[in-house]
């Protein structure tokens, strides 16, 4: 079985800079894995991110950004807000199946 | 403006089968590219992705779960429906639809979530 491993928690201070990252089981992510990332907050449906590795949706501020990283996909947040203390996942793919990471839970401290 | 909704039964007991309906606007699947997905999220846990169906009638499931379910969907009515069969208290989640944009095998973006629908399996 497919596992994507993802930091469990991290915490940043206001104005830093936090990455996380996004591994799998099945060797190095590559853009084959087209990548996503989805923030979600308390009582709320998960919000995309990053797609296909380092596009931003329309509405994705721009201190966030996709990259890959020592054959992990990587989410880096520039210059961290309060608001950005959530819960962040990663999405890839394997051959017509999807699988989700575990989840990061961001502290902004 | 693309907006998608769940709906279905809040309650279900075990062994019962789980039917959700999905009702989207802002995108046809009568028409190329459009796919629509669900996922779910147990309380406090993780996402996991459960099945997808194509605007050509292709379908993919999450393999472990692939037994229990089925997805249809009604273009005629902008509806994407996820059966699941013999459903068991571990089941109990939040049950999201999802616009994906795909192309062949895969799909590169996920970006448009329902509210979601919180179902509990008890009896």
Not at chain 1, 24 to 49: C, E, H, I, M
Not at chain 2, 33 to 59: N, S
Request: proline share 6%; hydrophobic share 30%; glycine share 10%.
């Amino acid at each position: 079985q497919t596992v994507v491993t993802q930091e469990p928690s991290l915490t940043v201070s206001p104005g830093g800079t936090v990455t996380l990252t996004c591994a799998s089981s099945t060797g190095a992510v590559t853009t084959d894995y087209y990548p996503n990332w989805f923030q979600q907050k308390p009582g709320q449906a998960p919000r995309a991110l990053i797609y296909s590795t380092t596009n931003r949706h329309s509405w994705t501020p721009a201190r966030f950004s996709g990259s890959l990283l020592g054959g992990k996909t990587a989410l880096t947040l520039s210059g961290v807000q309060p608001e950005d203390e959530a819960e962040y996942y990663c999405l890839l793919h394997y051959g017509g199946a999807w699988v989700f990471g575990g989840g990061t839970k961001l502290t902004v401290l | 403006q693309i907006t998608l909704k769940e709906s279905g039964p809040t309650l279900v007991k075990p062994t019962q089968t789980l039917t959700l309906t999905c009702t989207f606007s802002g995108f046809s699947l009568s028409a190329g590219g459009g796919t629509v997905g669900w996922i779910r999220q147990p309380p406090g846990k993780a996402l996991e992705w459960l099945a997808l169906i194509y605007w050509d009638d292709y379908k993919r499931y999450n393999p472990s779960l692939k037994s229990r379910l089925t997805i249809t969907k009604d273009t005629s009515k902008n509806q994407v429906v996820l059966t699941m069969t013999n459903v068991d208290p571990v089941d109990t989640a939040t049950y999201y639809c999802v616009r994906a944009f795909c192309g062949g095998s895969t799909c590169q973006s996920w970006p448009y979530w329902g509210q979601g629908t919180l179902v509990i399996v008890s009896s």
